[in-house]
């Protein structure tokens, strides 16, 4: 029978371009949250992070936005490059079934970045 | 450092068959955690181990998973009898903080 998989979110790009790829988070109750990115036949690895505290933070090219209100969570890269076409991945800080914070991430489905030369 | 370090890098197997997947994390962290990722089920949790201790395994599809960490450098995950729903890419991951560091993976066919 057909399979059925993760339908991604895509988002396609020409280079030069600013990118905004939005995530939608869960719990409330995260305090963390983290952007990654995962390139073909690669791990995970961290872009940026922000905390529950914070409504903006900016890195190299890369910009977070936390709206706790709604719950959403958005990453805006500037002056897309192809080298930045990947899967890229929210995760929150979540917590253990008897309710204590640790390390655990939840992460979210991802979004499938293309940049076109 | 050379990051978290996993091997194999490719696993082919046969139904039936045991597979141990190991992972090194990078000196120093005091996390590990192992997932999963498939097309259809995406990045899943799988267990996680605290100062080599198992804290969450809730994750672990079911008794032929089993993982263990003897000691901060080194951890296995071993599947006994392997399936082909078993076939994905498995992640080892390594925090000190809250940020996980990624392995590069071992993909695993069950045939």
């Known amino acids: 029978g057909e399979s059925v998989g993760l339908h991604l979110p895509t988002l396609s790009v020409q280079e030069g371009d600013n990118s905004i790829i939005n995530c939608a988070y869960s719990?409330?109750?995260?305090?963390?949250f983290i952007w990654y990115k995962q390139e073909s036949g690669k791990g995970p690895q961290f872009i940026i992070d922000?905390?529950?505290?914070?409504d903006k933070r900016q890195g190299q090219r890369v910009t977070v936005l936390l709206n706790k209100t709604v719950k959403h969570l958005s990453l805006q890269i500037a002056a897309t490059q192809p080298g930045d076409s990947a899967v890229y991945f929210c995760a929150e800080k979540g917590w253990s079934a008897g309710g204590t914070s640790y390390g655990k991430l939840t992460f979210g489905q991802g979004t499938i970045l293309t940049v076109h030369p | 450092d050379a990051g978290v370090i996993q091997s194999p890098r490719h696993e082919v197997t046969e139904m039936g068959q045991e597979v141990t997947l190991r992972c090194k994390p990078i000196s120093g962290h005091n996390s590990l955690f192992w997932y999963r990722q498939t097309m259809m089920r995406g990045l899943e949790l799988l267990i996680y181990f605290n100062n080599n201790v198992p804290i969450d395994d809730s994750g672990m599809p079911e008794d032929r998973f089993s993982a263990k960490m003897p000691n901060a450098s080194f951890s296995t995950l071993k599947i006994q009898p392997s399936e082909p729903r078993d076939s994905a890419v498995y992640f080892c991951?390594?925090?000190?903080?809250?940020?996980?560091?990624f392995g590069p993976g071992t993909r695993l066919t069950v045939l």
């Open positions: 922000i905390r529950s505290n914070m």
């Open positions: 991951a390594s925090s000190l903080f809250v940020e996980q560091f």
């Open positions: 719990n409330s109750a995260s305090d963390y």
